[in-house]
């Protein structure tokens, strides 16, 4: 784990991409029922409550040393034994359909937009998407956080001419805070999701190598980027849209003049296929660890079932990341804890050059556990 195969900048473009997806444009239309104060809590409980989550498990690969994706790691501090190896398998299981339905999340939501703004074919669209998508990943780590760098660049230059596009109409977002219990749960889950890049934190250490610092910092500061580009994408989205569409790029579009919404699409694109391109990186290596198959096997199995569940499918946007988001946070929140624990403990590395000290006791694990079980909660419930 000594040799740098991203650069720092590389590294937080990977976090970035991983988060700002398909979540940043759900949030506000959950935004929408609790106001701008209620959306400016959320994201910074949910900023404090994912950075710890993250740097947890950099702490764990720090302390294993070893270039190890999260389900191999649950089988040398957790699931053990032969029953320990039938839950592994479940765990990985309940995984792959997780990041199934995010890949297929990305790929519908750039197809539609790809396909309303050339008058393409859908399904061709999608396809395009995917090619795009998965090509990128097929070339590996080196290739995905040169390709993020350069989708950073565009998402930032894009969010920029949808801001000058909406700057010259009324701003009349409610102020709030407002909303029920549930809404406010729905609303938690969803920017949790937005900043969830959990599973690209084992390419950043390892692409990273022996730097401990320069992952940690990639982690915060990427963290921090999603945070706020969702809080401007909301804080457009609330402003001038007539209607706050479920796909935010869609109502901000229908208010906009035509350069400035086709900006908006562009950076919808972008978003996805960065998601793209570090959540399917992220499976690939799990299969591969898991299976022991090669690399360009992991690689298919990776990416092709997430366009063929979506042709076969007939869910709604909103359906696929309430699936992706629930699922996720609940194996996260039973497992993940508990080996953060036993690593620390029983990790071969006892001075791992980084490390979260009190951050990590056993009461931030409590308050960890319950952020993500209401992450979950907070995705599953009904709006």
Same mark, same amino acid.
């Given at each position: 784990?000594?040799?740098?195969?991203?650069?720092?900048?590389?590294?937080?473009?990977?976090?970035?991409?991983?988060?700002?997806?398909?979540?940043?444009?759900?949030v506000p239309f959950l935004a929408e029922r609790v106001g701008l104060i209620g959306l400016a809590?959320?994201?910074? +409980?949910?900023?404090?409550?994912?950075?710890?989550?993250?740097?947890?498990?950099?702490?764990?690969?720090?302390?294993?040393?070893?270039?190890?994706?999260?389900?191999?790691?649950?089988?040398?501090?957790?699931?053990?034994?032969?029953?320990?190896?039938?839950?592994?398998?479940?765990?990985?299981?309940?995984?792959?359909?997780?990041?199934?339905?995010?890949?297929?999340?990305?790929?519908?939501?750039?197809?539609?937009?790809?396909?309303?703004?050339?008058?393409?074919?859908?399904?061709?669209?999608?396809?395009?998407?995917?090619?795009?998508?998965?090509?990128?990943? /097929? /070339?590996?780590?080196?290739?995905?956080?040169?390709?993020?760098?350069?989708?950073?660049?565009?998402? /930032?230059?894009?969010? !920029?001419?949808?801001?000058?596009?909406?700057?010259?109409?009324?701003?009349?977002a409610r102020l709030g805070p407002a909303g029920s219990t549930t809404q406010w749960l729905a609303?938690?889950?969803?920017?949790?999701?937005?900043?969830?890049?959990?599973?690209?934190?084992?390419?950043?250490?390892?692409?990273?190598?022996?730097?401990?610092?320069?992952?940690?910092?990639?982690?915060?500061?990427?963290?921090?980027?999603?945070?706020?580009?969702?809080?401007?994408?909301?804080?457009?989205?609330?402003? +001038?849209?007539?209607? +706050?569409?479920?796909?935010?790029?869609?109502?901000?579009?229908?208010?906009?003049?035509?350069?400035?919404?086709?900006?908006?699409?562009?950076?919808?694109? /972008?978003?996805?296929?960065?998601?793209?391109?570090?959540?399917?990186?992220?499976?690939?290596?799990?299969?591969?660890?898991?299976?022991?198959?090669?690399?360009?096997?992991?690689?298919? !199995?990776?990416?092709?079932?997430?366009?063929?569940?979506?042709?076969?499918?007939?869910?709604?946007?909103?359906?696929?990341?309430?699936?992706?988001?629930?699922?996720?946070?609940? +194996?996260?929140?039973?497992?993940?804890? *508990?080996?953060?624990?036993?690593?620390?403990?029983?990790? *071969?590395?006892?001075?791992?050059?980084?490390?979260?000290?009190?951050?990590?006791? *056993?009461?931030?694990?409590?308050?960890?556990?319950?952020?993500?079980?209401?992450?979950?909660?907070?995705?599953?419930?009904?709006?």
């Open positions: 784990m000594h040799k740098h195969q991203l650069s720092r900048w590389e590294a937080t473009s990977l976090m970035v991409g991983a988060g700002v997806g398909a979540g940043i444009m759900a809590f959320i994201l910074l +409980v949910a900023w404090a409550a994912s950075a710890l989550i993250h740097l947890m498990l950099a702490e764990v690969l720090f302390r294993t040393g070893r270039d190890l994706q999260i389900v191999e790691l649950m089988r040398l501090y957790v699931l053990r034994g032969r029953i320990g190896q039938w839950i592994l398998w479940t765990v990985f299981a309940l995984l792959s359909v997780a990041f199934l339905a995010n890949l297929a999340a990305y790929v519908s939501g750039a197809g539609e937009i790809v396909s309303d703004l050339t008058g393409m074919d859908r399904r061709l669209s999608e396809a395009l998407i995917y090619v795009l998508s998965a090509g990128v990943v /097929f /070339f590996g780590l080196k290739a995905v956080g040169i390709a993020e760098r350069l989708g950073a660049l565009a998402l /930032f230059g894009l969010l !920029l001419v949808i801001a000058i596009g909406a700057a010259r109409l009324p701003f009349h609303l938690y889950g969803m920017v949790m999701y937005a900043l969830w890049t959990f599973y690209s934190v084992p390419q950043v250490v390892q692409g990273l190598g022996s730097d401990r610092q320069g992952a940690v910092r990639s982690i915060l500061v990427g963290l921090g980027i999603n945070g706020l580009l969702t809080g401007i994408v909301a804080l457009i989205a609330l402003g +001038v849209s007539r209607e +706050v569409t479920e796909v935010a790029i869609l109502g901000i579009s229908a208010r906009l003049g035509s350069w400035a919404g086709i900006a908006g699409s562009l950076f919808i694109v /972008f978003a996805l296929i960065t998601s793209y391109w570090s959540v399917s990186l992220a499976l690939a290596d799990i299969i591969r660890e898991r299976t022991s198959i090669a690399a360009r096997s992991a690689w298919v !199995l990776a990416t092709l079932p997430s366009l063929l569940i979506l042709w076969i499918g007939a869910w709604q946007f909103l359906d696929w990341l309430r699936l992706a988001a629930g699922a996720t946070a609940l +194996v996260v929140a039973l497992i993940t804890l *508990p080996m953060y624990q036993q690593a620390r403990r029983s990790g *071969p590395i006892t001075s791992p050059g980084w490390s979260l000290g009190g951050w990590g006791s *056993p009461l931030m694990l409590v308050l960890m556990l319950l952020a993500l079980i209401l992450m979950a909660v907070g995705s599953l419930v009904a709006l």
